[in-house]
């Protein structure tokens, strides 16, 4: 397929598969006109590059990690690259979750603050934010701003 199709179906820009080709993770072959023509697997490749981007890889790492793909062979030095990859990732994906989980907290807390009797009648007067109603004393581990 060209470059263009390969593209819409990967879900890219044809500017990011030509970088990706730059940058050896993915190769096209040259039509009779000097086309670049992709394999059906290059959209599978690509979407996994796109995932490992987005799991904070650089391309340097992903150029590393994908001979696996095209040889399922893995060496030693390949194998340990891969986990240590993974591991990194399992910490990212943690550090996400209490992120998620303390928000999760601050909105639980904001919805009831704007519930409660005390707020409603203030809310009577001139208008103001939730954000600026809830006293920072309330919100477990936020502390007031100190100069």
């Given at each position: 397929?060209?470059?263009?199709?390969?593209?819409?179906?990967?879900?890219?820009?044809?500017?990011?598969?030509?970088?990706?080709?730059?940058?050896?993770?993915?190769?096209?072959?040259?039509?009779?006109?000097?086309?670049?023509?992709?394999?059906?697997?290059?959209?599978?490749?690509?979407?996994?590059?796109?995932?490992?981007?987005?799991?904070?890889?650089?391309?340097?790492?992903?150029?590393?990690?994908?001979?696996?793909?095209?040889?399922?062979?893995?060496?030693?030095?390949?194998?340990?690259?891969?986990?240590?990859?993974?591991?990194?990732?399992?910490?990212?994906?943690?550090?996400?979750?209490?992120?998620?989980?303390?928000?999760?907290?601050?909105?639980?807390?904001?919805?009831?603050?704007?519930d409660?009797?005390?707020?409603?009648?203030?809310n009577?007067?001139?208008?103001?934010?939730s954000?600026?109603?809830?006293?920072?004393?309330?919100?477990?581990?936020?502390?007031?701003?100190?100069?």
């Open positions: 397929m060209r470059i263009g199709q390969a593209a819409e179906r990967a879900g890219v820009s044809v500017r990011a598969l030509r970088y990706y080709e730059e940058q050896g993770l993915v190769v096209a072959d040259r039509g009779p006109g000097g086309h670049r023509q992709y394999p059906d697997s290059a959209v599978e490749r690509v979407r996994f590059i796109q995932l490992l981007y987005a799991a904070g890889l650089s391309s340097k790492a992903i150029l590393q990690i994908l001979p696996f793909l095209d040889t399922l062979v893995a060496t030693p030095r390949m194998a340990r690259r891969l986990e240590a990859e993974r591991d990194r990732i399992k910490a990212q994906i943690g550090d996400l979750t209490k992120a998620h989980d303390r928000l999760e907290e601050l909105i639980r807390l904001a919805a009831a603050y704007e409660s009797p005390a707020t409603c009648e203030a009577e007067g001139p208008a103001m934010s954000a600026a109603r809830l006293p920072r004393e309330r919100i477990p581990g936020l502390r007031p701003n100190r100069r």
